[in-house]
């Protein structure tokens, strides 16, 4: 079946869908790949280096979070190209990704705003010290984004699993990538299930790994259509 051989809306989904997710994978490597290199396990350590690239820093949250807006645009057209018993399963992971964009934009906003606080804190004077030490501690990975951090990957994680099953029971072409999201989805679940208790740090290089290998499957998702076929199983 050819995009030409379609009804308009379906043709325009399937474009959006393509698009959102090769954009948004894009966008997310390379605000990746910008991010400079900081240790995570001594947060005093980092804070200069942190408040030093701040304008770096900001732009790289900046560009991953629209780059996952453009993902959720992908995520939440999925259901509509898939059969109808592969949709319920994509639907319900699309409105879980649609609640996990929601926490990562929470997310990304801390990580703005924390090497802004710090500068702060950095300049101010003496009187105001105290003040502006405590923004940042609120602000810091071991501050409100300890609980927020793995709450994040296990929602977001949780809906690419339940997007993966969509895949598995609609076409057969989609098999494949469905498997995948369901096997990334469990080890993000589980993943954020131990960061909850052990926090993101010791626990980083895993997500990196993670990180890169669901960044492979949006890939695949944009760049192959066989798994938008539909057909019923």
Known sequence: MTTDNLSPPIATLRTII???F?????MILVGT????????????????????????????????TVGMWSIMAGTSSVPAVLSAHGALWARLGAQFHGVGVVVWTIGMALDIAYPAAIRTWLVAPPDEQIVAASVVAVLSPVGFGRGLFPLNVMIN????GFLGIGLVRSSAGGRRLGWSGIILGSAGFGLGIFMTFVGRERLFLLFAVLWGMTLLWWAALGATTRWMQGTDS
């Open 18 to 20: 393509r698009t959102s």
């Open 33 to 64: 790949l910008a991010l400079p290199t900081l240790d995570l396990t001594d947060v005093q350590a980092s804070q200069a280096r942190y408040g030093a690239q701040a304008v770096r820093l900001q732009a790289c949250a900046l560009l991953i």
């Open 157 to 160: 994680w949780l809906a690419f």
């Open 22 to 26: 090769l954009v948004g994978a894009i």
